[in-house]
């Protein structure tokens, strides 16, 4: 029975997960004055499919946007069916941002951008987030196991 005991601790401590500091994540991967937007709740699931955890979190980078998208910064369009990013020319809203960590390391982000009221987690098997857009659609963001997708899943 003895041999079994450090194997219980073993189980129960990979079990507990420690709950990131997003906050932190969001300031290492955007800099001082980017910060979680409060009223949407970050996700954390799988969402490139290779066994490691992701962030996706809300942020308002407004007013860092023109000086990004300037120096080169990319920042996928969600408005736009491919992704495309965006360029400095682009019309830019008053819109939110969308990171995605993987593996909630900062220096592995994708940046989106788009007009959306909130989120849920989509229900299947891959993890994927629907997007409630200011048009009245939903938007399913999900990856591909290459690259980040979306198509509507129901339109205004």
């Keep these: 029975m003895e041999r079994f005991i450090p194997l219980l601790v073993l189980a129960a401590a990979l079990s507990a997960q420690v709950k990131p500091d997003v906050p932190a994540l969001v300031?290492?991967?955007?800099?001082?004055?980017?910060?979680?937007?409060?009223?949407?709740?970050?996700?954390?699931?799988?969402?490139?499919?290779?066994?490691?955890?992701?962030?996706?979190?809300?942020?308002?980078?407004?007013?860092?946007?023109?000086?990004?998208?300037k120096r080169g910064t990319v920042i996928h369009n969600l408005d736009s069916p491919s992704l495309a990013p965006m360029h400095p020319d682009n019309e830019q809203h008053f819109c939110f941002g969308l990171l995605m960590l993987e593996h909630l390391q900062p220096a592995q982000k994708t940046l989106f951008?788009?007009?959306?009221?909130?989120w849920r987690l989509a229900a299947g098997t891959r993890p994927?987030?629907?997007?409630?857009?200011?048009?009245?659609?939903?938007?399913?963001?999900?990856?591909?196991?290459?690259?980040?997708?979306?198509?509507?899943?129901?339109?205004?």
């Design 128 to 156: 994927a987030l629907d997007l409630e857009m200011e048009s009245g659609s939903t938007l399913r963001l999900f990856h591909d196991g290459t690259r980040f997708r979306t198509r509507v899943v129901r339109k205004n």
């Design 113 to 118: 951008y788009g007009c959306f009221t909130g």
């Design 27 to 69: 300031k290492a991967a955007l800099g001082d004055g980017i910060v979680p937007y409060a009223a949407v709740r970050p996700v954390i699931a799988d969402f490139t499919g290779d066994g490691d955890p992701d962030l996706a979190v809300v942020v308002d980078f407004n007013k860092k946007l023109p000086a990004w998208l």
